[in-house]
């Protein structure tokens, strides 16, 4: 089955204390991205990837890390998190990106990861 | 970046009613998608739709990209269809940003 997966699903921390959210998916998209949803904002992407060793800012990329050494691979990673960080995260991925208009390319959403930091 | 203003914020429909839901965009933009966001939080990409008319079952979009402006139509409602709906696109061809609305909570009613 085609899917996006995200580890952990919910996760309660303290400031400070480093974590990493896991992202893969298992469809060979070169494309994956991290978005954050907060009430009344919508979603707002952290960083993208187009590829393998590629990576890219999004709108709210402070505070973040990401990699991307696999191509089925894209974590996020807090590496001093703040309550400002609490959020709902989204990994997504998709066959080419979103930069190619006019062709039509489906992001598939991972289930979300809800992060509390205390 | 771009604005993605969405339209109204809140409905509540009884089942089996009509509904026609706005996204208004700042700038000109591309790739314009729009997704429902279920009650468990499961994002589904609904339409891909830059610009011209398409419709999948119960659901319908037209886009308007000269006047910026998208509209997502849900006939009969059911309610399944219960969750929030968002739009999104890029805001120039070549660029990687995907910006999304705020988003339209529909809550339908038996």
């Known amino acids: 089955e085609a899917q996006v997966t995200q580890n952990p699903r919910y996760l309660i921390t303290v400031t400070g204390k480093k974590l990493t959210v896991t992202c893969s998916q298992n469809m060979n998209h070169e494309y994956m991205s991290w978005y954050r949803q907060d009430p009344g904002l919508g979603l707002r992407q952290i960083y993208y990837s187009m590829n393998v060793e590629v990576t890219d800012k999004g709108d709210v990329p402070e505070g973040y890390k990401v990699s991307r050494k696999e191509k089925r691979n894209f974590p996020l990673i807090l590496e001093s998190p703040s309550p400002n960080q609490t959020s709902l995260y989204f990994c997504?991925?998709?066959?080419?990106?979103?930069?190619?208009?006019?062709?039509?390319?489906?992001?598939?959403f991972g289930p979300g990861t809800r992060l509390t930091v205390l | 970046g771009i604005q993605v203003e969405q339209s109204p914020p809140d409905l509540i429909l009884q089942e089996g009613a009509n509904s026609t839901l706005r996204c208004n965009f700042s700038?000109?933009?591309?790739?314009l998608q729009w997704f429902h966001q279920n009650p468990w939080g499961q994002l589904i990409n609904l339409f891909y739709?830059?610009?011209g008319t398409k419709q999948n079952g119960r659901l319908s979009a037209t886009t308007v990209a000269t006047e910026r402006y998208s509209l997502l139509y849900i006939s009969s409602s059911q309610t399944t269809d219960s969750g929030v709906y968002f739009c999104a696109g890029l805001y120039q061809t070549g660029a990687n940003n995907l910006f999304f609305g705020t988003g339209t909570r529909l809550t339908v009613i038996p």
């Open positions: 997504a991925s998709s066959l080419l990106g979103q930069a190619f208009a006019g062709v039509r390319d489906t992001q598939y």
């Open positions: 739709i830059p610009s």
């Open positions: 700038d000109s933009v591309n790739n």
